[in-house]
């Protein structure tokens, strides 16, 4: 399936092993306007978008806030491989679209017999949540005078 080879979060995996990580994914049509998961849901699956695009949301007093709008071979959703805490956002479908979702629970069986899988996916991971951090504001909302120093 092409569009793993495409996705940051698999990227230095060998074809074989893709090929073998595919045969765990299923495919779902969404439409524009449809919720895949809300934010404070339980973190259960892996999506990658294979069509459209999806905004990723979070709620603020004034409302949500989009935070990314993602496109073909993106993944989200990750965290959900390894931890177990809720979503920390809301995914809305954009446009009409097809996504490939991939169950923790699939993945863990995965991992258990192939540790170059685990390893490349958790390092790629790993990089992306770093890249995430350092484009996140440290005091949302704050002016530049928040990160004077005291």
Request: aromatic share 10%; charged share 20%; net charge positive.
């Amino acid at each position: 399936m092409p569009f793993l080879s495409r996705s940051p979060l698999f990227a230095g995996l060998p074809r074989r092993l893709l090929a073998r990580l595919a045969t765990r994914f299923f495919e779902k049509t969404y439409h524009a306007g449809d919720v895949i998961f809300e934010e404070g849901d339980p973190g259960r699956a892996l999506f990658v978008i294979v069509e459209g695009s999806v905004a990723i949301t979070r709620a603020t007093p004034k409302g949500p806030v989009v935070l990314n709008t993602l496109g073909p071979g993106d993944a989200f959703g990750e965290l959900a491989l390894i931890d177990d805490f809720p979503r920390s956002a809301s995914a809305q479908q954009a446009t009409d679209g097809r996504l490939f979702i991939l169950y923790k629970s699939d993945f863990d069986a995965l991992m258990e017999g192939n540790a170059r899988i685990a390893m490349v996916v958790m390092r790629n991971l790993a990089r992306q949540l770093t890249l995430y951090a350092r484009r996140a504001p440290v005091f949302p909302g704050a002016g530049p005078e928040a990160g004077a120093p005291l």
